[in-house]
DNA sequence: GTTAGCACTCGATTATGACGAGTGCTAATA
DNA sequence: TATTAGCACTCGTCATAATCGAGTGCTAAC
């Protein structure tokens, strides 16, 4: 059975109708709303090759046909054609990046919200991770009697920083000395270097060893935590809006799947081999249709995710979950646009720099 | 018509039993599962005049009875006898608090788990905010040849951080030069005497005083900046769990509400005078019940909500939120041995700094 | 190959009636 | 006089049946 075009015309009025209308598609609406120039009875055979190809489903007997993650994918790989943004739409978006690209926590925070505004979806946006972690600069500062601060910054702009308690803080020129000596060794030695206190022994008998012990503590803790990763979502209250999740049983699984930040992360990382990019120029765009993601829990929803580029060798990552219905060709332009300006903007500013 | 013993003890079962059941409860009911040693007509008599009273509603006629707001609130106030925690209980509080109490942030998540796990709520936490703000430390440190970041630490050990754009930056000594600079200002003068610039003018004529500017504005962008709090909620999806919120438009409801910031924030900080101390040395735990919080979409709900102090004058706050239905029994002890425990520490840790 | 026509399917909607938990009222009782 | 047994009545819930209609597959005619 060979797949005509004119199946693939009737493949597509029933996946745009489905996203439109979330109401199983029969042969009589298709040969009404969209004029192909055929009946229904030539309609409603094609269907069936269609379902007997595996790109349709019919829920039960005598009911109209529904996309399976098969007919998506076909949709999404040959006849998507993208919606162009309005200029508010992009407005918005680059807006969105300039007023919070110095500032790693907003920029996640109101990125996931602008998309989740703009495409009433649910958004994920995970913090820049290096593949391989620099520290660019460590401080420490005074904080009381008994406790100094570090603070770490790594190379992709991230701050962060641990409270060490001491039995009596030192004053502040010798806290810049311990400042100045990390950073100095951070220069000159390799991470597992440090973790074997080799790279600093000779500080560990100076009467701020123990501190000194402490800091390099906090800092290789603070690179190699993993579970630091911040993780913002957005919209996820936008799940209730759509009638696949009427159920209230489904939109808890889903809910209960997207309040784990493991889970969350797992949604942006998993499967990279799995996936296939997308052509057209949009960039490294990823895809997973249904029971393609691996998660039991989102098996009705669709993810569309990309990576962007905060600073040197940094990478974090953006998602936008949705039932499997979802309106793949606004969604997919409204994403590809916020991570280009996001490169745009940082290698602008990394240009500038150098 | 007069509230004797009788009402009262009929009252408490019906508010018992609803907590337990959320279904309306009858006369026979009351009768056969609490023997007050009285037949459920003279039950049917009393709770009709429990009802003219105003503490019971009858959702349509010939249903039991539920309890209204004003009769929680008697409830609350004179009839509620708390829970003991298990030792299990009580020791997960602890080491929450104890594991996290150096590091505002993990404080604030994990308590908020920590509290909708034991009690199966919804759970806000707010950050530590002083009343009148105090800059313990600004620090200058070095990015890339175009930026420095402002790492600011507050009274409450709270520390935030801002990128600053700059021409050509400076070495690491000058930084600490301007740190310095500004430290000491910052000790001299108040932050009227600042935003007027009038306290660092004599720094603005020198090579940095663009740079020494906007460290000090950025300085007082973070002391004002109310919108910088941060807010964890957890447990918001135990809401479906409520056959109350089974009715998916009502769940949407108070899930908009709690993904709102601001509303969170006017949750814990709403109505501060409407609210009364309850006795019994629970400290100042607060108790809305229904439409005492004057928020529409949470007046099907009850919040229980108390302060904690993290640092000199600076306290947040943590909120649980629950159908009016709630467990006030179990949960308002909860809530009381958390904060207990962080004030504890909190205080054993500046009495040992002193 | 296409299409009109028709019998058939099956979920959704509506109507109906039985059930039962609960009420209020009245009259008998302690 | 307060309490209680008894009874008619109310009304939401649940199960059953009836109807409707959108949609199908198949056949025969074009």
New binding site residues.
């Given amino acids: 059975m060979i797949l005509n075009e ?1 199946k693939i015309k009737i493949l597509e009025a029933i996946i745009n109708d489905y996203i439109a209308t979330a ?8 040969a009404k709303k969209y004029n192909l ?12 090759d269609l ?1 007997e190809l595996g790109f349709i489903i ?8 529904v996309p399976s993650d098969m007919g998506y994918r076909l949709y999404v790989d040959r006849l998507l054609r993208f919606r162009e943004l309005t200029k508010q739409e992009t407005d918005f978006l680059r807006n969105t990046v300039a007023e919070n690209i110095n500032h790693i926590e907003y920029l996640m925070r109101k990125t996931a919200k602008a998309l989740a505004l703009l495409t009433n979806y649910t958004t994920v946006v995970s913090e820049p991770k290096c593949q391989e972690i620099k520290i660019k600069h460590v401080q420490v500062i005074p904080f009381d009697e008994t406790s100094v601060i570090t603070v770490i910054v790594t190379d992709n702009k991230v701050v962060k920083n641990n409270v060490i308690k001491v039995n009596h803080a030192p004053e502040p020129d010798i806290l810049n000395q311990i400042s100045n000596i990390v950073n100095q060794t951070l220069k000159e030695y390799s991470f597992s270097e440090i973790s074997s206190k080799e790279a600093y022994s000779q500080f560990l008998s100076s009467p701020y060893g123990k501190l000194i012990d402490d800091v390099f503590i906090s800092v290789l803790k603070t690179a190699y935590d993993e579970r630091n990763m911040r993780v913002y979502t957005s919209g996820v209250n936008n799940i209730l809006d759509f009638p696949e999740f009427s159920d209230i049983e489904k939109a808890k699984s889903v809910f209960k799947a997207l309040e784990e930040k493991d889970m969350l992360i797992s949604i942006l990382e998993c499967d990279k081999e799995k996936t296939e990019e997308k052509k057209s120029g949009l960039g490294n765009i990823k895809i997973l249709i249904g029971n393609e993601n691996s998660m039991e829990q989102l098996k009705d929803c669709s993810i569309i995710k990309t990576d962007y580029k905060y600073g040197k060798n940094s990478y974090g990552s953006i998602g936008i979950i949705g039932p499997t219905r979802m309106n793949y060709a606004q969604v997919i332009p409204v994403l590809n646009s916020i991570v280009n300006n996001i490169n745009d903007v940082i290698k602008a500013l990394s240009d500038e720099g150098t």
Same sequence: chains 1, 2.
Avoid: D, L, V
Wanted: net charge positive; hydrophobic share 20%; aromatic share 0%.
């Fill in positions: 004119r109401e199983p598609i029969g042969s009589r609406t298709i120039g055929i009946s229904s009875a030539t309609i409603r055979n094609e269907m069936s379902e019919q829920p039960h007997t005598s009911s109209g046909r």
